[in-house]
Antibody, heavy 121, light 111 residues
Framework: QVQLVQTGAEVKNPGASVKVSCKGSGYNFTGYLIHWVRQAPGQGLEWMGWIKPKSGEPHYAQNLQGRVTMTRDTSISTAYMELSRLTSDDSAVYYC??????????????WGQGTMVTVSS | DIVMTQTPLSSRVTLGQPASISCRSSQSLVHTDGNTYLSWFHQRPGQPPRLLIYKISYRFSGVPDRFSGSGAGTDFTLRISSVEAEDVGVYYCMQGSQWETFGQGTKLEIK
């Protein structure tokens, strides 16, 4: 079936970087944008950016520019999100999600299970 | 950036009764291609969000027909015609017309 599977939970020190992976299966990985969304504990959803798997072109939310890098490896149908210079404010569950542009922009139809990132000394 | 504002932030509804959530954008969501990219998601505790509605009123595959979306321009509404126990959780609107922005979320509980 169509799914996105993410890496497991991470614990990082302040100032470190974290790289989360998101493996797609059951569909043409290069045919759909991958977005990243995060959710701090007890808080709402925050959009972080997207990557076009076919070209590798990324676009990042303005407040994360300079700290976030989104890449992909099409040979293994996997997208990556790396966040640097972590602070406690970056502690959150990070989700990858697929956008089905056939339905329309914002149609995030498949979601990964989420990756908990904890930033703590 | 477009700001999305949801009301109410919390709602308690009796089983079988209707519920509605409003979502207002700080500017028109009509895209240059003529479409309006407003989606609704439902999230249960400990789970990722689930797509309910896209392009204001299109119900995603498998979503029960008690869910409906409406609106235009800057004002949008999600309606549940008859709330069921499985509908509890948090509902988010999201605009996709100019990058992406989520509303703050509306928590739905059963009275």
């Amino acid at each position: 079936q169509v799914q996105l599977v993410q890496t497991g939970a991470e614990v990082k020190n302040p100032g470190a970087s974290v790289k989360v992976s998101c493996k797609g299966s059951g569909y043409n990985f290069t045919g759909y944008l991958i977005h990243w969304v995060r959710q701090a504990p007890g808080q709402g959803l925050e959009w972080m950016g997207w990557i076009k798997p076919k070209s590798g072109e990324p676009h990042y939310a303005q407040n994360l520019q300079g700290r976030v890098t989104m890449t992909r490896d099409t040979s293994i149908s996997t997208a990556y999100m790396e966040l640097s210079r972590l602070t406690s404010d970056d502690s959150a569950v990070y989700y990858c999600t697929r956008e089905d542009l056939f339905l329309g922009q914002g149609a995030f139809d498949i979601w990964g299970q989420g990756t908990m990132v904890t930033v703590s000394s | 950036d477009i700001v999305m504002t949801q009301t109410p932030l919390s709602s308690r509804v009796t089983l079988g009764q209707p519920a509605s959530i409003s979502c207002r954008s700080s500017q028109s969501l009509v895209h240059t291609d003529g479409n309006t990219y407003l989606s609704w998601f439902h999230q249960r505790p400990g789970q990722p969000p689930r797509l309910l509605i896209y392009k204001i009123s299109y119900r995603f595959s498998g979503v029960p027909d008690r869910f409906s979306g409406s609106g235009a321009g800057t004002d949008f509404t999600l309606r549940i015609s008859s709330v069921e126990a499985e509908d509890v959780g948090v509902y988010y609107c999201m605009q996709g017309s100019q990058w992406e922005t989520f509303g703050q979320g509306t928590k739905l509980e059963i009275k």
